[in-house]
């Protein structure tokens, strides 16, 4: 059995910055990337920022480019976001995620590329 677990998640003022982790735990596993995602009350999950173990390429969605920075570490099924500039609608729960299923980075923006998911850390910005 796979397990993420996330950390770092807090409440912090706009403008401010949060490093979230995320290691992995149980059997071992491999994977093509990580990534994290976040849902907002109300809405659904979206896409924030991926790491490609191949190339260590990363991507991000438009809402945090510039502001966010992944890194990852394959041999330890390990990811970090550091979150700078934070304003009050990045306030979410924040997942990562390992992608397993599809090897190619187009897929690493899709949800449903992801197979394992840690149970989430609450990120606040308040205004």
């Known amino acids: 059995q796979v397990q993420l677990v996330e950390s770092g998640g807090g409440l912090v003022q706009a403008g401010g910055s949060l490093r979230l982790s995320c290691a992995a735990s149980?059997?071992?596993?491999?994977?093509?990337?990580m990534g994290w995602f976040r849902q907002a009350a109300g809405k659904e999950r979206e896409f924030a920022a991926a790491?490609?173990?191949?190339?260590?390429?990363?991507y991000y969605a438009d809402s945090v480019k510039g502001r966010f920075t992944i890194s990852g570490d394959n041999a330890k099924n390990t990811v970090s976001l550091q979150m700078n500039g934070l304003k009050p609608e990045d306030t979410a729960v924040y997942y990562c995620?390992?992608?397993?299923?599809?090897?190619?980075?187009?897929?690493?923006?899709?949800?449903?590329?992801?197979?394992?998911w840690g149970q989430g850390t609450q990120v606040t910005v308040s205004s």
């Open positions: 790491i490609n173990w191949s190339g260590g390429n990363t």
């Open positions: 995620a390992a992608r397993t299923t599809y090897s190619d980075t187009y897929y690493s923006r899709y949800d449903y590329a992801y197979a394992y």
């Open positions: 149980g059997r071992t596993f491999s994977s093509y990337g």
